[in-house]
């Protein structure tokens, strides 16, 4: 008897694929939907330039790349939504007391911060990424205090959440947060 499904799902794939053969197991409904979008013939034209330009595989990669940021920037309107920030400080090593500053700061977000990471550039620059985690007003306010550091360059962030991945940052409070 053939199985019944709701409309436009499609079955989980199998757990085996043949004898001898790895066995795979998907988490219970992670598995594609199949939809269809109406578009007019102006926007599908500026979504495939779009598409080739990103070097996207497919227009569907493309959609999703598109509803996974559309989701993220929702999700981040909430001050307490889970977030991530990669911080970007360009500075000149020799700036008089700059790393000490810099040290200063990191250790008032020492909570928030898991991955720092300096890079040497030529003539006396040097480049600083790190990375936050935390409440996403946390992280804004981190990044913001980091890269307003006396001496610094040139500092910016980019801010996303895991939610997307159907991750979370694993950032736990309370905890006593850092005056600005």
Do not use: F
Request: proline letters at 7%.
């Amino acid at each position: 008897m053939p199985s019944r499904r709701n409309p436009g799902q499609v079955p989980p794939e199998p757990a085996t694929s043949g004898p001898g053969e790895a066995r795979h197991h998907k988490p219970a409904g992670d598995y594609v939907v199949r939809l269809g979008v109406s578009l007019e013939p102006s926007l599908l034209r500026l979504l495939d330039a779009w598409v080739k330009e990103r070097n996207s595989p497919s227009r569907s990669d493309a959609i999703r790349a598109l509803i996974r940021k559309e989701l993220s920037e929702h999700k981040l309107a909430d001050p307490r939504s889970d977030a991530v920030a990669t911080v970007m400080l360009i500075y000149r090593h020799d700036t008089p007391n700059l790393l000490e500053r810099i040290a200063e700061t990191e250790h008032r977000w020492g909570g928030h911060i898991r991955a720092s990471s300096h890079v040497h550039l030529e003539h006396g620059s040097c480049l600083q990424i790190i990375a936050l985690a935390g409440q996403r007003q946390e992280v804004v306010n981190a990044a913001e205090d980091l890269r307003g550091v006396h001496g610094i360059a040139y500092g910016s962030y980019s801010l996303g959440t895991p939610a997307v991945a159907g991750g979370a940052t694993g950032h736990h409070h309370p905890h006593r947060a850092a005056s600005t």
